[in-house]
């Protein structure tokens, strides 16, 4: 019987079992995938926490991971048995040594990527390719701030923002941090535990602002963030890692200069087969051509079994880039 984690309750990465289980056939159009490399991702600790509940408990955790197809339903016809495959928008319970996925949610992986390359980007790099391509397209010449710069999305947006010729000013927490983001192509750095963000970001840009600000950090970073905006900017509101935000007085967006918000994720963006395979292939050609890289320390490579461990480094800020369980 293959194994998996698993939680009964919400709450800390103490919630977190290591279970066997009884894998069930594929449906007619689900797969098999046996999981070679798992990605971590911060949105997997609001789903444990209750913050975004599950449908029922208990439940499995994760939506991303890498592998090789092993059972296929009688009607799918993307994949084969044997194809080298990665999915990031499945039915949660990606943290297992195998999964059940549906085939439109599947990509070949091109042999050119490894495992633990995909595992480490799939998610992450889907999400900078809508916001950078799709949310707000981000030119060449163009400057933007992006919180959280040395996360694991963020170390991508600045590959990413660097192949197109574009400037992101990225938030960090520590001078290691950024180093990491300068190192992965951010054009300047503004620590947050040291320097006020908006007053540093006009610095930068010679009090023009910027026309979009990507936010994945939430409540505390709200304020700053529309600080940031020039007139009829975009705030692109995308993650809550210091908690939602909550109670917003719209007539800010009117005192501000006529702000735009938006709270966009990813399964508003990647809803079809077509959709995937076209933000698949532009992620997969920037990997592969070595535009974007995304090597994971060895540090931060946990054993599936200790996912609650990797929860724990996840949410004390203590890792850099991408994380992954290895079943």
């Known amino acids: 019987m293959p194994n998996r984690i698993q939680y009964r309750r919400h709450g800390g990465p103490e919630v977190l079992e290591w279970t066997s289980f009884t894998s069930p056939e594929p449906g007619d159009h689900e797969v098999v995938v046996e999981n070679k490399a798992i990605g971590i991702n911060y949105i997997d600790t609001y789903f444990r926490s209750?913050?975004?509940?599950?449908?029922?408990?208990?439940?499995?955790?994760g939506t991303e991971a890498a592998g090789i197809v092993v059972r296929t339903g009688r009607a799918v016809r993307r994949?084969?048995?044997?194809?080298?495959?990665?999915?990031?928008?499945?039915?949660?319970?990606?943290?297992?040594?195998?999964?059940?996925?549906?085939?439109?949610r599947l990509?070949?992986?091109?042999?050119?990527?490894?495992?633990?390359?995909?595992a480490a980007s799939f998610l992450k790099g889907l999400t900078v390719q809508y916001?950078?391509?799709?949310?707000?397209?981000?030119?060449?010449?163009?400057?933007?701030?992006?919180?959280?710069?040395?996360g694991g999305v963020g170390l991508i947006a600045c590959q990413w923002a660097k192949a197109l010729g574009a400037k992101l000013i990225g938030t960090v927490g520590s001078a290691e941090k950024a180093d990491a983001a300068r190192q992965?192509?951010?054009?300047?750095?503004?620590n947050y535990r040291e320097e006020d963000i908006a007053a540093r970001l006009s610095e930068l840009t010679d009090g023009k602002k910027v026309p979009v600000v990507y936010d994945s950090v939430g409540k505390d970073t709200w304020q700053a963030s529309?600080?940031?905006?020039?007139?009829?900017?975009l705030m692109v509101s995308f993650g809550n890692a210091s908690g939602p935000v909550t109670g917003v007085d719209l007539g800010i967006l009117t005192r501000k200069g006529s702000l735009f918000v938006t709270r966009p994720s990813l399964f508003g963006y990647i809803t079809t087969p077509e959709e995937l395979d076209a933000a698949s292939h532009e992620l997969f050609t920037l990997l592969a051509s070595g535009a974007i890289k995304t090597e994971v320390p060895e540090h931060q490579k946990f054993a599936l079994k200790d996912a609650a461990l990797a929860h724990q480094q996840l949410e004390s800020r203590a890792t850099q880039g991408s994380c992954l369980l290895i079943p």
């Open 184 to 190: 992965a192509g951010a054009w300047a750095t503004i």
């Open 131 to 150: 916001l950078l391509r799709q949310t707000y397209q981000i030119k060449a010449g163009e400057t933007f701030l992006f919180h959280a710069a040395a």
């Open 79 to 104: 994949v084969s048995p044997g194809d080298r495959v990665v999915y990031a928008l499945s039915a949660a319970g990606a943290y297992s040594e195998s999964h059940i996925v549906h085939e439109d």
């Open 226 to 233: 529309l600080d940031c905006l020039q007139r009829r900017g």
């Open 50 to 61: 209750g913050l975004y509940p599950p449908p029922s408990l208990p439940a499995g955790l």
């Open 107 to 118: 990509a070949i992986l091109p042999e050119a990527i490894s495992f633990e390359q995909a």
